[in-house]
């Protein structure tokens, strides 16, 4: 495993298109043991002003990545284009854009923020799959002077576009680093879990962690009640290798965490939970920070490991207002259209429409597991027995919540249905989790044929 506190082992391999003139430079550079086409910006030229031959660079960058089937990795420090080139310059940075789209989900895309990104250099960034941010760098299509004029607003570069507005606010920044040198050491850790391109396999990592390892310290993790919150970083660590995870996005959406991790030496994608934010509910940011990287895994061949323990969707009319039911859409069509290995495993609650669309069998789950603890109903004893025995007074509705609770909060009932596939003892969490993608190893599933699908924005 990297560790993002030694030195990146960045390496110059070969210069191309080294004579031509402009900031953006293109190369081949190796990233540990990893070869990626990069694309570095020198923003001591008048701030990183692209001019057309800019574009053109970038574009050739991603067109060679494509074709090559290597990484693209971009360091982006730029003002944007360069108002002497007018129009032109505009262009330049559209072809750029339309070769990153044709990249997009055949090779993997990291931008890296070292400084400014403005404007059409900003719009570049958000085509990316994974984007580092540098702690003083910052990013707006429109600056604070835009923003003044047309509104009368007056903000500052830092709370507008600084990278902890992006990597809490925007979700933009999938991480924070310090500088150039520990993002290129982040850039080496994530490639460890991600393959050269789509038509490969992620690589495999070496590691001494054994498949059958007991994990009992899962038990110890859960609170008592099953109100109670606990961390579900802490939970997962301990069922993946060596108990590292690369989080991405952990500043944004805090109520799911998306990361990185490997069981048995194979890279898996985790999508969870955490009851430590708004008790693990789903809400819009949450719904689009799973589906993207659902959908990163799928394009990726990353297996998809969803670990599950939500009362379902955050009610609120402000959120109905801006669209729920849209972004909520997402995580069901991400989930329906990916073709990868999928686990899910109910760690304590999964209730309502959240059942549904955190990878439930419905949308064709490969091996669905739960805790016997695990309660998976319509909704809660509680709610439930405020609509179904709402004329009843507090006795009667204490007597219908445990009732409730007993007959339906189980898994068992579920499993009946064909709804679970096994009911787990979390002391062999991690071996029943290894034998399960072990087993979906060899999936293969046939794609239908379509210009594409039309996806829920």
Request: net charge negative; with cysteine.
């Amino acid at each position: 495993m990297t560790d993002l506190a030694d030195t990146p082992t960045t390496e110059l391999e070969l210069e191309l298109r080294a004579r031509t003139a402009g900031v953006a430079a293109l190369r081949i550079e190796r990233f540990g043991e990893r070869r990626a086409v990069v694309v570095r910006i020198d923003d001591t030229v008048r701030r990183g002003a692209l001019r057309p031959i800019d574009g053109e660079n970038i574009g050739a960058a991603a067109r060679l990545a494509r074709t090559k089937r290597l990484p693209l990795i971009l360091f982006i420090a730029s003002s944007g284009a360069d108002a002497n080139d007018g129009v032109e310059a505009l262009h330049g940075w559209g072809s750029a854009a339309k070769e990153l789209v044709a990249a997009s989900g055949v090779v993997p895309m990291i931008a890296i923020v070292d400084g400014p990104a403005v404007s059409g250099s900003a719009l570049l960034i958000g085509l990316a799959d994974i984007v580092i941010m540098t702690k003083d760098a910052y990013a707006f299509v429109s600056g604070p002077l835009g923003v003044r004029q047309l509104t009368g607003v007056h903000i500052g570069i830092e709370e507008l576009g600084g990278a902890d507005t992006h990597h809490r606010t925007t979700g933009v920044a999938h991480e924070i680093v310090s500088d150039r040198a520990e993002a290129e050491a982040l850039v080496e850790s994530i490639l460890e879990f991600v393959p050269d391109h789509a038509e490969a396999l992620p690589p495999i990592i070496d590691t001494d962690d054994p498949t059958d390892r007991p994990t009992p310290e899962v038990l110890s993790v859960l609170p008592p009640s099953s109100t109670g919150a606990y961390d579900v970083r802490h939970l997962a660590a301990s069922l993946v290798d060596d108990g590292h995870l690369v989080e991405l996005r952990g500043g944004w959406a805090p109520n799911i965490v998306t990361a990185l991790a490997s069981i048995g030496g194979h890279p898996v994608g985790i999508v969870a939970n955490q009851p430590t934010a708004m008790a693990g509910t789903l809400d819009i940011a949450a719904s689009q920070k799973g589906a993207r990287f659902v959908s990163f895994c799928d394009a990726f061949n990353i297996s998809l490991l969803t670990l599950v323990d939500t009362p379902g969707f955050y009610p609120g009319k402000d959120l109905e207002w801006r669209g729920m039911i849209r972004h909520g859409a997402q995580m069901a069509f991400a989930y329906a259209r990916a073709s990868v290995p999928r686990v899910a495993l109910v760690l304590r609650k999964s209730y309502g429409g959240a059942f549904i669309v955190m990878d439930s069998k419905t949308m064709g789950n490969d091996v669905y597991m739960a805790w016997p603890s695990a309660e998976i109903a319509v909704m809660g004893a509680r709610q439930a027995a405020e609509i179904l025995a709402r004329r009843e007074d507090e006795a009667g509705k204490d007597a219908f919540v445990a009732d409730y609770e007993h007959r339906y909060l189980t898994p068992y009932v579920a499993a009946d249905r064909g709804l679970i596939d096994m009911i787990i003892e979390p002391e062999t969490t991690r071996s029943s989790l290894a034998n399960a993608f072990e087993m979906l190893r060899t999936k293969r599933e046939v794609i239908s044929e379509r210009r594409h699908d039309n996806t829920p924005l």
